[in-house]
Structures are given as C-alpha cells and as structure tokens.
C-alpha cells in the first residue's frame, strides 16, 4: 500500500504547506480506486468531464442521509447538493436576483465600494508597519461584499462573528456539533426573519429578489430559500478570502511579479488566474457519487461509487499545463477548473474576480517594502479548502 | 522549401481573423496578408438574424477585436478570383498576384440566392448574410411593414422570425418540410421548436410550397402565393434558403471541391483532384469538409461559428509547424458545438445530430422549459442538443467522443422513479424536401464518391434544393 498513499498526504493538515506530498502518487493515476471504495479523480480532463457529467450526483445519497441524522427533520439542500432538475430551478430562482440578464449590474456596480472599502482597510494599516492580511486585509472585504449583495445590514456583522466560527471550522456537514447545530439554527432564524422584514419592506438586494419574485410558479419553497442564502453567506466568507490570501503570498515569494504588478497592473487578472490555478480555494470535493457506470480516462467508475475530485490535482496535471508547478503568470492558456465547471459552475465568480483585482492591485501598490514575517504560514486546516489562516506581513509603510 | 515568410488568408471573417491572431501568437514574424470580399474588417456575423434586426445592436458595433498588434497588409473589398497552385500564387479581383508560402482558404458561405431572378430583384426581397443585409432589414422593420415573409425555417429563419416577434412585427415563416429546424435537430424535435413558435404569435406555414412572389405592380413585392392557393400580403419577403460554399473561384486550381466543401486532411491541408496532400494549402471555417477522427473519419462540413475559430487556429499551428523537423502533425477532433437564441429558447448542440437516426430525451422534457435530448445512430451516441440548459450539454461531450451506447445509461433523477423515455425515431426530412439545411452534416470524401453508401445522398438533396426552392 506505500505506493497509494498520495490521497492520504493530501488530506493530512500536517501536510498543508507541502502542497508537494503526494502529488506524484495521483498524478501516476488519474483515476483511481481507494482501498476504501472511493474514487478519487485527479487528472485535468477526468475532472473536468466528471464536473459536467450528468451520471455524477452531488446529492447526498439517501442511505447516508437515513444514517447520518434519523431524528432531525429533513433538511432543505443548498444548491451545491442538488441535482438538476431541482438544482437548475434554485439556481434560476437565485440569478433572476443577481445577474444578467436580469441584473446584469449587480456584481459590476460593487466596483466603487469594493475600491472604498479596500481603500479604507489600508489607511487603517497606516498607523503601524506589520499587518495579518488575511484578517485585516482579505476577510473584511469579501464579508462586507456579500452582505451588501444579499442586503445584510452591516451592523448585525457582529452577531454573526460567534455563530460562524463553528459553522467555518466544521470539516463537513456529517461532523455535526452541538455547537454547530446551534450556531446553525441561529443563522437560519436570523435569515428567516431578515426575509420577513424584507418581504415587508422591500429593498435592491439578493434577499428582496428571491423573498419576492414570484414570476416562476416553480420557484423553490422558503426552506430552500434560506438554505440557499445561508451557502451563499458563508461562500462570501471563505474562498474569497483564500484566494486573495493567497495571492499575496505568491507574490511575496515572487518579488519580481510583485514588481511587474506595481508597475503594470493590467496584469493583476493573469496573477490572480494563476493563482487560483495553483491554489486552488476549493481544492477537491469529495461530496459526489456515480449514479451509473461512468467510463472515464482508461476506468469505469462502478455505479454508486462515491467520487472525490481533486481540483487542486487537475490544475497541476501536466498533460494539460506546461510546467504545472511553475507560477507563471504569462501562461494564456490558463482554464483552470477552481471555479468548477458544468451546472454548479461558481455563481460568484464574477464577484471574486472583480474583488481580487482590486485588492491585490491597491495592496500591490499601496504597501511598501513587505515582507513574510512567517514563512509559511499556518494554513487552513481543512484539506477541502486551501489558504493561509493568518499572514504576518512587515512593511515600511502604507502609501496614499 | 523550408522557412515561412509569406502567409496568405483568404478570406476576412471569424477564421480568417482566428488564423491571423494564432500565427501572430505562435510567433509568426513574416508578412501577413488577409484578403476579403467585404470591405469590412472581420464582423462578427451570429448577431444578423438575432439583435440586429431586432434592433438590440447596432452594425457598427460588430467589429471583431483584435487582441494584439496583427500587423496585417489588408486587401479589404477585393475578392479571390484564382490559384496557381504550380506559382504559389493567389490572383485577385484588382487584377493583383499575390506569392505565398503558406495559403489559407477561408473563404466561407454566402446565402443561396431566391431560385426566380425576376423574383428575387423585386423591391422588398431579401437574403441575410452581410452586415449590410442586416442593416437594411433594420431599417425596413423600423417602418413597421404590414408583415414579414421568412422562406425557410432554419437557425437563420427562425432567428429572424423571432427577432421580428420582439418588436411585435407579424411574421409568415414558410417551411416546405413538416417542422421548422428539422433538417438540424430532426422533426421530433423539430415539433417542439413548432409549438413554441405558434405560441409566440408566428404564423408557421408547414409543408407549404411558394408559388411565386408577386410584384405589387410598381416594382415591389406585393404577396407570397403558396402551392394550396394561400395568398400572404407583404411588404419584406427574406428568403433563408440555407448556404452555398465560395469555392467557384478555385475552379481549375486542382483541388477536391464541391458545395459539401474543400477536402482536406484532419490537419486542413487540402487535398488536391490526383489525392495528393498540398503542404502549403490550408483551408478553415465553413467551406471546409475533413475526416473527423470521432467519427471514425467520416468527411463532416460543419457551419460553427466555434469550430471556424478552432479549426482556423489548428490550421495556423499546422501552417508554421510542418516547416519545422520536429512536427508531429494532430488531428482537428473538435466537436462540433453551436447555438441558437430564439423565441426565448437557448438552443444549443454538440456533436452532428444530423447523423442519427433515434432521439431520446435524457433530462427534462421536450414540452417542459429545459431539455437535453441525445442523439444516436446505429446504438451509439453521435450528437446531443440542450434546449434552455447550455451548461448541461458539456457533460455530453464524453459520451459523444467514446460513440456510447445508445441510449445512453444515465439515471438521471429527472424522471422521479418513473419510467424514463423510450428513444423515438430523430425523424430527419428525406434528402432535398427541407428549405434550410443541417449546420453539421456527414459528407463523402472526394465529389466523386458514391455518397449515398455513406447513407447521406448530400449531392443529390443540393441538387433538389437548387432547382426547387420554397
């Protein structure tokens, strides 16, 4: 078994900032079996066919619903747990309130206040010559984003501080705390009452928009509603907030890019492209399962297999990216597969590209001769995500 | 021969620009010349029967982007008129010779002309293929004509018909065969598309013939008389006869062509009439036929806007590789991938449905609001097409590259524990009834070729077509 170890690396915390462990081992096989029956996919186009596959299910299979939690009453599922068609209807219901062509300004119009708030962060890191990134640069802004877009008021922003942690840390929804469940019902009340207030007074937000519109009589019921709100709530508080912590590093490491960025910021989307690629926030799911036999690469996946892809693999794999370890931000052919792919491919998208180039671009700029204070840094625990947790940066100081 | 110093694109349309950027990318240094018809930089044409006539977008705002310095000598407005293949050297309407060391033909289609030239002369007759076209059908819709007459029920019909919808115009689209879009999609799918178009306020006329266009007297198109007797009042008739390839000018160069298309390899070098492969002769876009690898080398003739882009770009590579030692030539195996927005339906394809011969509905419903529905011929997936659920098409890509079993295994949850479909019959109109015709289609090899042993008697159903229109 030493040689089928690669999987195992990957999900062991200790090895979080050796993104090296086990790479070889997956790369030797694509597709493969573990010895506990699952299947875990890591080649590019294995992953990306398994991404759209319509015999892959991201629902989760009824026996271990049935399992998992028999007395709680059934839960609605976020949409990343749905299958189409259920999956296509909520997915409609939450654009018809977010983007084109219904709202094709919404995410475009965050640009000025995503630039103040940035602004702002950095004049507050003024008054002194070392910061954690990750807490006082990446986190506030993707947070204040998706509050805005959803239409929740800033100052509840500290109740949500205590219930999110849990929810944050839990590895996966089977790991289910008592403190979890609580901070879980909190939420949900929360947003119930939040879509109450807003169906009584209407405003221009998400929450207003999928409150309100009735135009589709198939519209998903209200438990599916907050459910929905809810993963679109805490998205806005994790990958976001990775990539640009990411991104930062890399480019610490990679003074010369940090200098091409300073003088030339058109470049910042390439930097922010390859860093997604190479770091990917969401770096596998292992969520999925094979609702038929599905020839894929050389192997036929079993039907009811459970299915774990390795994007984080698939943005590595060199049969598809030259030099695949390399950051390189002038690749042009650079399709990586963090943001998914297929039917569930990231609605917020749009939102975390428009945020990154803006805030690596005034932190490029702004802050003047930093440096690591940590090398590296302590990383996100969970092997589902990838991004430092905290990132100590010394600098001279901040420019206006 | 070895170096390659002298590149010549004819043709100045989505392929030929794609061509023209790819060189530049692969570092292509030496002069560059794009020679077009139209006296247009490259426009991007998917927009013509959609926002356009519709009123959405402006013909001046069609110019394709040219994302880095192309350094391209123009030879805008001047057309192809002939190659001397022995010369390496392309002769140009102005009389010009130009010498190449590589040649790209991407010389496209153009709109097959209204049959009765008497007819088609009238004031108010029109075909759509130029921005020029569309600019004028703008305008005349803009005066709020009594009604608009579509001959021919293809993408390029129906995309009219609805435009003309969106700014409540009343529409008369004509089909000769039993559905609209039948000769793409077949007419099980077809009826579908039918009731949908009913329902958003067209008047479809199927299995109706055109008589003639009536003159009202001064010079215009008065009425439309069908073959039942029917007499339609109109001030715009746009007839939408499907396309006919620009390959006359080549008549005499020693190449394979004929309306299925330019043979070439899978690496678009074309072959030449004694079955030679011409090394410095390329060929991309719509005017092409090649044997595709996932076909098991059948000839297909594809009219993508997608694949002209791809195919133009694995041109180019091949342009500059094949001067190198080291190239190792890679065959064209794109799907074939297109789309269509109509009457409110995103209708988008991939692989060559027309190749079937069974359809089965794989997700959804054909009467629902979203649909996939897979083609098969012989027990094996050729083609998919996604109705209002373009992100679920991709995942058909894999079944169409490996030809799997038909129908597909899926098990899906869609069908709720219910029985799942059963396949129907794709229903395809028989050769030379439908007025429009397949974007994606199996051709034969060679013009010579027997092609109704490929099951498809294409030369046949042109023939039909060119002599008997409406």
């Known amino acids: ?400 | 021969m070895s170096g390659v110093e002298r590149v010549v694109i004819v043709g100045a349309s989505v392929a030929g620009l794609h061509a023209a950027d790819e060189l530049r990318a692969q570092g292509y240094v030496g002069a560059l010349t794009l020679v077009g018809d139209e006296p247009h930089l490259p426009y991007d044409r998917p927009p013509l029967s959609k926002a356009v006539p519709a009123g959405r977008l402006k013909v001046g705002h069609l110019q394709l982007p040219q994302v880095r310095e192309l350094d391209v000598t123009w030879r805008l407005g001047v057309a192809a008129v002939g190659l001397d293949r022995a010369k390496r050297t392309l002769l140009l309407s102005d009389g010009a010779h130009v010498e190449f060391d590589r040649l790209l033909i991407a010389t496209g289609v153009r709109a097959r002309p209204w049959p009765n030239p008497t007819e088609a002369v009238l004031e108010g007759v029109k075909t759509l293929r130029t921005q020029e076209d569309a600019a004028d059908l703008y305008t005349r819709l803009q005066a709020r004509p009594r009604r608009v007459v579509v001959i021919g029920a293809g993408f390029i019909g129906s995309e009219l018909a609805s435009a003309c919808r969106d700014i409540d115009i009343d529409v008369t689209l004509i089909e000769r065969s039993r559905q609209p879009l039948g000769n793409a999609l077949g007419e099980s799918v077809g009826s579908a598309i039918a009731a949908r178009q009913r329902r958003c306020g067209v008047d479809l006329r199927l299995k109706a013939a055109v008589k003639a266009i009536d003159d009202d007297g001064t010079g215009r198109v008065g009425q439309v008389r069908l073959a039942d007797g029917d007499c339609i009042e109109t001030d715009i008739v746009v007839t939408a006869l499907g396309s006919q390839r620009n390959i006359e000018w080549l008549d005499g160069a020693g190449l394979v062509t004929d309306q299925a298309g330019i043979a070439c390899d899978a690496t678009m070098r074309v072959f030449t009439s004694d079955g030679v492969i011409d090394d410095a002769i390329y060929a991309a876009g719509d005017v092409v036929r090649w044997p595709h690898p996932v076909f098991r080398r059948k000839f297909i003739a594809v009219e993508h806007w997608g694949t002209a882009v791809a195919m133009a770009r694995h041109a180019a590579r091949g342009m500059l590789g094949s001067a190198r030692v080291e190239w190792v030539p890679k065959a064209f195996d794109e799907l074939p991938c297109f789309w269509s927005n109509q009457f409110g339906l995103n209708i988008k394809s991939m692989g060559v449905p027309r190749f079937a011969d069974s359809i089965v509905v794989t997700q959804g419903s054909l009467e629902g609001r979203r649909c996939v529905i897979a083609y098969g011929r012989d027990g094996h997936t050729v083609g998919a097409v996604a109705i209002n659920a373009p992100r679920e098409l991709q995942g058909y890509e894999s079944l169409i590259r490996r030809l799997a079993p038909f129908p597909p295994d899926l098990n899906v949850p869609d069908w709720d524990g219910q029985a799942r479909p059963a396949p129907v019959p794709a229903r395809f109109p028989a050769a030379g009834l439908a007025t429009h015709e397949a974007p994606a289609m199996v051709v034969g090899p060679a013009p010579a070729d027997p092609l109704a042993a490929l099951g498809f008697p294409h030369s046949h159903r042109r023939r039909a077509i060119d002599k008997e229109p409406g």
């Open chain 1, 1 to 400: 078994m030493s040689t089928r170890r690669g999987f195992e690396e990957i999900l062991k915390p200790e090895n979080r900032e050796l993104p090296d462990r086990g790479r070889a081992e997956l790369r030797a096989e694509p597709v493969r079996r573990e010895d506990d029956g699952r299947w875990v996919v890591s080649g590019y186009d294995e992953v990306r066919q398994l991404l759209s596959d319509p015999r892959i299910s991201v629902a989760p299979k009824a026996a271990d619903v049935a399992k998992y939690d028999s007395e709680a009453p059934q839960r609605a599922l976020a949409m990343v747990a749905l299958d189409s068609p259920a999956h296509e209807q909520v997915r409609r219901h939450f654009m018809r309130s977010f983007g084109p062509p219904w709202h094709p300004h919404r995410v475009a119009d965050l640009e000025t206040t995503v630039r103040r708030w940035t602004a702002d962060l950095l004049d507050a890191a003024a008054q002194r010559t070392q910061m954690d990134v990750v807490e006082d640069f990446a986190y506030p802004v993707p947070v204040w984003a998706i509050c805005s877009l959803l239409g929740v008021p800033p100052d509840d922003d500290e109740r949500f501080t205590q219930w999110l942690n849990p929810i944050l840390e839990a590895h996966s929804s089977t790991q289910m705390t008592q403190a979890l469940a609580h901070a879980d019902s909190q939420m949900s009340d929360y947003f119930r009452e939040l879509m109450i207030r807003r169906r009584n007074d209407p405003r221009d937000d998400m929450i207003t928009g999928v409150a309100t519109d009735d135009s589709d009589s198939r519209a998903p019921g209200e438990e599916l509603i907050l459910e929905n709100i809810f993963v679109l709530f805490l998205g806005g508080h994790q990958t976001t907030v990775h990539a640009v912590g990411s991104s930062i590093l890399t480019l610490l490491r990679h003074p010369d890019v940090l200098g091409r960025v300073r003088h030339d910021p058109t470049i910042v989307p390439a930097v922010f492209e390859e860093v997604l690629r190479l770091e990917p926030p969401a770096q596998l799911f292992d969520d999925r399962h094979a609702l038929a036999d599905i020839p894929v690469g050389d192997m036929v996946i079993p039907q009811g297999s459970p299915v774990t892809l390795v994007l984080a693999a698939a943005n590595r794999d060199p049969k598809r990216f030259p030099h695949p370890d390399t950051f390189d931000i002038d690749r042009t052919d650079n399709e990586h597969l963090s943001f998914l792919g297929g039917p569930h491919y990231c609605l917020g998208a749009p939102l975390a590209r428009l945020e990154g180039r803006i805030m690596i671009t005034e932190w490029a700029r702004r802050v003047e001769n930093p440096r690591l204070v940590i090398d590296p840094p302590p990383y996100e625990p969970n092997p589902r995500l990838r991004g430092p947790r905290h990132l100590l940066v010394g600098y001279d100081r901040i420019l206006t």
